[in-house]
């Protein structure tokens, strides 16, 4: 898995042995840890420079923030998720962490199958209050089935959050050509490799909140930005000639007549 693709980790930590400890664990998970900061000013400027998918904050650290302000600092730049690692469970202390609506709170000593399940659950919990509903429609009914199962894709902005080999990686939704289906499976295309996931072609398309992706046959999705040349019945995405079906052609072709 290149860096792109690796979830990136922001570490609040002021113990530098425990920051060390942290980050070493979490590059072997898979993660990218793209900076540690022992105070909140640091964290800032870190977090200003760095695209950051995740903040894991210690509450009690160095300087003239706390973890709990540092994290106001840092939602107040861009959001995202928070994980709070702590040994402080006073309840004046949970009150103001709740302020910052964090993912989840863990306490030290943590364990790293713990703190595992809590970076995943923030990832798609984060992932589902960013994605909107449109107004007067009703919040999708549960259907019951493991939200981190095998078949999970999650869209946080123009990212996705996809599991492979138990690992979420993150895709830039402007890097995706074209998606194929594979029976039961979808088989999304960048430029650099092919992803696989457990969903059909057309519960992919359901999820992904994206209007340049655009079914133009029963078997394939394409990126109409990535779109090179087209005739009457093949689309052309690199050296990819793809499939126009007759029934899809009138909706494709209208895409480029409102642009």
């Not at 863990?106 to 107004?135: C, D, G, M, W």
């Not at 992803?195 to 394939?220: D, G, N």
């Not at 690199?238 to 007549?257: P, Y």
Request: charged content about 25%; proline content about 4%; some cysteine.
């Amino acid at each position: 898995m290149n860096t792109d693709e690796r979830v990136k980790i922001l570490i609040v930590e002021d113990e530098p042995i425990l920051a060390m400890e942290l980050s070493d664990c979490l590059e072997e998970e898979g993660y990218d840890v793209v900076g540690t900061a022992n105070n909140g000013r640091k964290a800032l400027d870190i977090f200003k420079r760095q695209s950051v998918d995740l903040l894991l904050c210690d509450i009690n650290i160095k300087g003239d923030w706390d973890g709990i302000e540092t994290t106001h600092q840092l939602i107040a730049e861009r959001p995202v998720p928070v994980i709070y690692l702590t040994a402080l469970t006073d309840r004046q202390t949970l009150d103001r962490a709740k302020q910052t609506y964090p993912a989840a709170y863990v306490t030290k000593p943590y364990q790293l199958h713990s703190l595992r399940t809590a970076i995943e659950l923030a990832i798609y919990n984060f992932s589902v209050r960013t994605v909107a509903t449109p107004a007067n429609q009703p919040e999708p009914a549960s259907s019951g089935r493991d939200p981190l199962g095998r078949e999970t894709i999650l869209q946080i902005n123009d990212f996705l959050f996809i599991k492979q080999n138990n690992q979420f990686v993150k895709i830039g939704l402007s890097d995706l050509l074209y998606l194929e289906a594979d029976n039961i499976y979808t088989n999304l295309f960048t430029s650099s490799r092919k992803y696989v996931l457990r969903l059909t072609l057309s519960a992919v398309l359901e999820r992904i909140k994206q209007p340049e992706l655009v079914r133009i046959h029963r078997s394939y999705a394409v990126n109409i930005n990535k779109v090179e040349s087209f005739n009457e019945t093949e689309v052309k995405i690199g050296q990819q000639l793809i499939a126009l079906s007759r029934s899809h052609k009138d909706e494709f072709w209208g895409h480029f007549m409102h642009r």
